[in-house]
């Protein structure tokens, strides 16, 4: 048990410093929760397309081409129904591009657990750097993408090619995502992208990946050195930036993917709710400024007087790490008698 949010074993926790406790798991839950939904739709197959033929005709005409295996796709656009095919295309995008950085993002998260940070910036880079623009892309101009995917594609889907348009992909989605008012284009593309920012993420990714950069003069190794080789690795310089970076840009991403999700296949309505609200809660809980002593004074006003221990009686004691578990775990943990109480917060939203 964590004395943040329950939410990973404290041994686990012993090689990140103890302020960034509540961020690592901040951002393991948003991975949980998206990896949660990523399953839902593929054991409910939402994220299959239903196809009604127009006609008896065209339904035998794909029955014969699949029997001779021409493609799915080309069956169906030969047919006519391109719009079929274009959600086919886009659904089974998101589904392969969403389990990739996924995939990525759980296995940084564990090398920051053991000190491999060289490691995780390398299983950062291409989430981050690849994945966010790709996602963003279909969420904010589904059709822009899938022309040039569909007709120039993979020449025009380079980062050389979408470099200059990258600020404006992340602005369309961040306005169609339900965290448009905590997240900023601006900061995410200075964040990933600008090699000219001292406090980003891209020079770090770089030296992570290379042990020699030399084009870029900001990118640049250091005379008699290797990039990141004679690093201590006890230094705790890099987790400090990592854990500034990936809360936000996991809060960023989680919200581009619950709304491809719900563009797929829409989702409860009250269940896509609680996860933005708890999204957004944990979140305020990671930076030491109003919206965090607002939250935990409205806990405390209402959850005070009417949640006791299970075990002693005593009225909820709403600090911030007590907070943390309530948003990220749905218990609290009595702050008289050390009991882990069961809270169904996520519920009541």
């Known amino acids: 048990m964590t004395r943040t949010g329950r939410l990973i074993p404290r041994n686990r926790l012993r090689w990140i410093p103890r302020h960034l406790h509540l961020a690592h798991e901040y951002s393991f839950f948003l991975h949980d929760q998206i990896t949660r939904m990523l399953v839902e739709y593929e054991n409910s197959g939402a994220h299959k397309e239903i196809i009604t033929f127009r006609n008896k005709s065209d339904a035998n005409s794909f029955s014969k081409m699949s029997l001779q295996n021409i493609d799915a796709i080309e069956s169906l656009r030969k047919l006519g129904y391109e719009a079929e095919a274009r959600k086919v295309i886009i659904n089974t995008v998101i589904m392969a591009m969403v389990s990739d950085f996924l995939h990525h993002i759980f296995e940084a998260l564990k090398c920051l657990e053991k000190r491999k940070y060289i490691v995780a ?41 979408i470099g200059n348009r990258r600020l404006e992909i992340f602005r369309l989605s961040i306005e169609k995502s339900g965290v448009s008012d905590l997240i900023d284009a601006e900061t995410v593309h200075e964040w990933t992208f600008d090699s000219n920012n001292p406090n980003g993420m891209y020079r770090i990714f770089q030296h992570a990946v290379h042990l020699i950069t030399v084009d870029r003069i900001q990118l640049k190794t250091s005379t008699e050195n290797f990039n990141f080789i ?111 109480n069961e809270l169904a917060f996520s519920w009541s939203l």
Request: glycine residues 2%; contains cysteine.
């Open 230 to 340: 004679f690093k201590n690795p006890s230094d705790d310089d890099i987790y400090e930036e990592i854990y500034r970076y990936i809360p936000y840009m996991m809060l960023f991403m989680s919200g581009i993917i619950v709304e491809l999700f719900d563009k797929m296949k829409s989702m409860d309505s009250l269940s896509k709710r609680a996860f933005i609200t708890r999204s957004r809660y944990g979140y305020y809980l990671l930076s030491d400024n109003i919206r965090q002593v607002t939250l935990i004074s409205a806990f405390t006003e209402i959850l005070g007087p009417i949640i006791r221990c299970f075990s002693c009686s005593r009225p909820i004691k709403i600090t911030k790490h007590n907070l943390a578990r309530i948003i990220l775990t749905d218990s609290f943990r009595c702050t008289h008698c050390s009991r882990t």
């Open 121 to 161: 910036c390398n299983l950062l880079r291409k989430p981050m750097l690849d994945s966010s623009v790709y996602l963003s892309w279909i969420l904010g101009d589904e059709d822009d993408f899938f022309i040039k995917f569909r007709e120039s594609s993979p020449d025009s889907l380079t980062p050389r090619k």
